[in-house]
């Protein structure tokens, strides 16, 4: 039996027992009910218009005779000029001006992102012109960043130890033996990497187009186009960065022979996926700092596209960012392994680290 034979089937076996687990389906069930939830509720309320009183919208001439009487209070301007002030000013929400290359012949001017609830009021969308591109929704950026955190951080730690939670099972119960007198132990921990990763990288593409699909049902396109890279590109660089992660867990796993020694040994990996989730919602409007974290391979799925959604990155830097991940990955591979072959047949106390890499 080859080694990509032997591998492939360790991963069939991994995914199999995974599936058959009513606990992992339900609690995947309810994830991504939760998401789908959450995205229909922002565009139910996008819809129903504005909280605590109307919006405020300058309109120059008769501009504003396409928009609802109910929920906009109208305040008239002589020209673009002053409608542009009163919305860099703050005074305004947005303004509708004549001129514009979509049917109604109007372009809606805005500070620093797209007014969805006004241009869904409109019959036919107009024109839409943001006077400060440079700038973000701040609370918009917020939920995304919570968003794209607390997926990286639950898929990782869920799927990641499962990895460790496998590798100690069936080194406690030596199955192990069995299965190292078939395949290599580099072929084993290849197998369970592989495996996991499938189920965790299936996860993720389920979340994405949930969310994507629950975004265009409630009419929030726009939002959609913008977030379109972003989430290619996380889906792209989580498959990466669990490799990582899930090496990591399997090799400190196998330092030790009991499940309830797993939780001391992994703590350093659980931080490396509990970290980027802080810092991404603490640094979200903070250019510099998502820019180190999008270099940086533990923390690039949620660095880096959330630079992409606020447009702040180059189109070559994410490629950038693979290219490092994937050297890392070479890396931690080639430590992991040793760590792994040195250490799964081991039993009893916990072997140290710095034996298991020199074997």
């Given at each position: ?21 009513k606990?992992f ?52 301007v ?91 099972e ?55 186009g ?10 792209i ?13 399997a ?8 499940q ?32 180190i ?61 710095g ?5």
């Amino acid at each position: 039996m080859s080694g990509v034979q032997g591998a492939w089937i360790v991963a069939e076996r991994e995914i199999t027992v995974r599936l058959r687990s009513k606990a992992f389906l339900i609690s995947t069930g309810v994830l991504l009910l939760l998401v789908l939830a959450s995205v229909l509720a922002s565009g139910f309320l996008a819809k129903a218009g504005p909280i605590g009183g109307p919006t405020t919208v300058a309109v120059v001439g008769e501009a504003g005779a396409a928009l609802p009487s109910e929920g906009y209070e109208v305040e008239s301007v002589s020209d673009r000029a002053a409608a542009e002030r009163l919305v860099l000013d703050g005074d305004v929400e947005a303004a509708i001006v004549p001129g514009g290359d979509g049917p109604l012949d109007l372009t809606v001017l805005a500070k620093d992102s797209v007014p969805v609830s006004l241009v869904q009021a409109l019959s036919v969308s107009p024109a839409v012109d943001i006077l400060a591109p440079t700038a973000s929704n701040p609370a918009l950026a917020y939920l995304i960043a919570i968003a794209f955190g607390i997926v990286f951080m639950m898929s990782a730690m869920t799927f990641g130890t499962t990895i460790a939670q496998s590798v100690v099972e069936e080194k406690q119960t030596r199955i192990v033996e069995i299965l190292l007198a078939t395949v290599s132990a580099r072929t084993l921990l290849a197998g369970k990497i592989l495996g996991n990763s499938i189920l965790a990288l299936a996860q993720v593409v389920a979340i994405v187009a949930l969310a994507s699909i629950g975004m265009l049902a409630t009419g929030q396109d726009l939002l959609f186009g913008e977030l379109g890279s972003a989430l290619i590109w996380f889906g792209i660089l989580f498959a990466f960065a669990f490799v990582l992660l899930a090496t990591l867990y399997a090799a400190l796993a196998a330092l030790v022979s009991r499940q309830e020694d797993i939780g001391s040994v992994t703590s350093p990996v659980m931080m490396l996926v509990m970290l980027p989730y802080v810092a991404v919602i603490i640094f979200n409007d903070n250019p510099q700092a998502l820019a180190i974290m999008s270099y940086i391979p533990f923390s690039a799925p949620v660095g880096m596209p959330m630079r992409l959604y606020l447009g702040t990155a180059e189109w070559w830097e994410p490629i950038l960012s693979l290219g490092i991940l994937a050297v890392s990955i070479a890396i931690v591979l080639w430590i992991g392994a040793r760590i792994y072959s040195n250490s799964i047949l081991r039993t009893g106390t916990r072997v140290k680290l710095g034996e298991a890499i020199k074997g």
